[in-house]
């Protein structure tokens, strides 16, 4: 069965940078895309970025396109999600998930399988 684990998140000031991991094990061939997801409080979970282990190919959200970006170490089986200048309103639990592929448009949870625990994001000051 597939495990996905985040890491990374913490507190970082408006404007600062953070990097998540996202590490999987127990694979499967069926699921080749890995997407991150974030949930504010009393808001839902809406998807941020998504990006296929084989091929590369990424899709982000309007809302951190030019400031986020996905990339993937398939050696160590790893995908990041690197978050440059940060805003308040980024604050959430960030989650990773597996699905078939990373497709073009919305980046809809329901088609996500598996997912992490989250990590925590708080930009502050």
């Known amino acids: 069965q597939l495990q996905l684990a985040e890491s990374g998140g913490g507190l970082v000031q408006p404007g600062g940078p953070l990097r998540l991991p996202c590490a999987a094990s127990?694979?499967?061939?069926?699921?080749?895309?890995i997407g991150w997801f974030r949930q504010a409080p009393g808001k839902s979970r809406e998807g941020v970025s998504c990006?296929?282990?084989?091929?590369?190919?990424?899709n982000y959200a309007d809302f951190v396109k030019g400031r986020f970006t996905s990339s993937r170490d398939n050696a160590k089986n790893t995908v990041y999600l690197q978050m440059n200048s940060l805003k308040p309103e980024d604050t959430a639990i960030y989650y990773c998930?597996?699905?078939?592929?990373?497709?073009?448009?919305?980046?809809?949870?329901?088609?996500?399988?598996?997912w992490g625990q989250g990590t925590q994001v708080t930009v502050s000051s």
């Open positions: 127990g694979f499967t061939l069926d699921y080749n895309a």
């Open positions: 998930a597996a699905a078939i592929r990373c497709f073009a448009g919305t980046i809809n949870r329901n088609e996500y399988i598996y």
């Open positions: 990006i296929n282990m084989s091929g590369g190919r990424t």
